[in-house]
T-cell receptor, first 111, second 114 residues
Framework: QKEVEQDPGPLSVPEGAIVSLNCTYS??????FMWYRQYSRKGPELLMY????GNKEDGRFTAQVDKSSKYISLFIRDSQPSDSATYLC???????????FGSGTKLNVKP | DVKVTQSSRYLVKRTGEKVFLECVQD?????MFWYRQDPGLGLRLIYF???????EKGDIPEGYSVSREKKERFSLILESASTNQTSMYLC?????????????FGNGTRLTVT
């Protein structure tokens, strides 16, 4: 079983839709959770960074962590064509010197 | 803003060549990492370094070596390039206090070995 599971998509939505991206994980020791956005032929760019459970909001983006279910989500409100990219989740425990990444979900927002 | 610069965006090399990929960061971060990214396999850690002249193997170090002579520079070396090393290579940095910082990535080097 992989440490982090993420549906690869692709996910295609119309402009203005609410997008929900998700990852599940198996290691209850993970404490830090990240979402990265990666445009084609570019490196991953950090979008959201959260510690432990709860929600964090930044503009149109909201990150949620549910540690009891080992499930994290990224919501994008009022999605734009410029949001079309691959979204990677990542997580880490302070006890490990390692980040674990999902394989990425490809999102296409149609004008 | 953190700036992680990879010296080449695209490289084409021949099988058997020695290849150097360079990464420079401007934030005085102690920790630096090399990943490769392949479709369906995601990001895989090759090597990382906690400090100058220190290095640790990641999950897939075979066929690679690294060098960290200065804090700001971390080099990945393919001793004898092979076609299965065709990939996107990503450098990343992290401050020592991990509680306050996630990984920051460069823009990647897309290497093709023919």
């Amino acid at each position: 079983q992989k440490e982090v599971e993420q549906d690869p998509g692709p996910l295609s939505v119309p402009e203005g839709a609410i997008v929900s991206l998700n990852c599940t994980y198996s290691n209850s020791a993970f404490q830090y959770f990240m979402w990265y956005r990666q445009y084609s032929r570019k490196g991953p760019e950090l979008l959201m960074y959260t510690y432990s459970s709860g929600n964090k909001e930044d503009g149109r983006f909201t990150a949620q962590v549910d540690k009891s279910s080992k499930y994290i989500s990224l919501f994008i409100r009022d999605s734009q064509p410029s949001d079309s990219a691959t979204y990677l989740c990542a997580m880490m425990s302070l006890n490990f010197n390692k980040f674990y990444f999902g394989s990425g979900t490809k999102l296409n927002v149609k004008p | 803003d953190v700036k992680v610069t990879q010296s080449s965006r695209y490289l084409v090399k021949r099988t058997g060549e020695k290849v150097f990929l360079e990464c420079v960061q401007d934030m005085d971060h102690e920790n630096m990492f090399w990943y490769r990214q392949d479709p369906g396999l995601g990001l895989r850690l090759i090597y990382f370094s906690y400090d100058v002249k220190m290095k640790e193997k990641g999950d897939i170090p075979e066929g690679y070596s690294v060098s960290r002579e200065k804090k700001e520079r971390f080099s990945l070396i393919l001793e004898s390039a092979s076609t299965n090393q065709t990939s996107m290579y990503l450098c990343a940095t992290l401050v020592r206090d991990r509680a306050s910082s996630p990984l920051h990535f460069g823009n990647g080097t897309r290497l093709t070995v023919t």
